[in-house]
């Protein structure tokens, strides 16, 4: 079993920046797997918002997040993390860490094994 667990939501202004951070314990070989960021809003089916490959070569981001979000990782660190930048309240949701059981980034989409609990980030207009 695989626990992730993220950090770093909170409450911002519109045009602010927030780090979400992700790490990742028990049984994962860190390095051997894709991970990701999804998002849902109130109301809201959850999303799609940013990958990256198990080396952290490719990344791939939703087309509403790209130039404002990036996604890293450290796999000394068993960590991933998504520096968002210029945030609107329609970034506003509940976001959650996944990963993936491939380290390659699948062409027909992420498959989520794992899930964390969550990080809340709330942006004001």
């Known amino acids: 079993q695989v626990q992730l667990l993220e950090s770093g939501g909170g409450l911002v202004q519109a045009g602010g920046s927030l780090r979400l951070s992700c790490v990742a314990s028990g049984r994962t070989f860190f390095s051997s797997n894709s991970m990701a960021w999804f998002r849902q809003a109130p109301g809201m089916e959850r999303e799609f918002v940013s990958a990256i490959s198990g080396t952290g070569a490719r990344t791939q981001y939703a087309d509403s997040v790209k130039g404002r979000f990036t996604i890293s990782r450290d796999n000394t660190q068993n960590t991933v993390s998504l520096q968002m930048n210029s945030l609107q309240p329609e970034d506003t949701a509940t976001y959650f860490c996944?990963?993936?059981?491939?380290?390659?980034?699948?062409?027909?989409?992420?498959?989520?094994?794992?899930w964390g609990r969550g990080a809340l980030v709330i942006v004001s207009s």
């Open positions: 996944a990963q993936d059981p491939v380290p390659a980034l699948r062409s027909g989409g992420f498959r989520p094994e794992f």
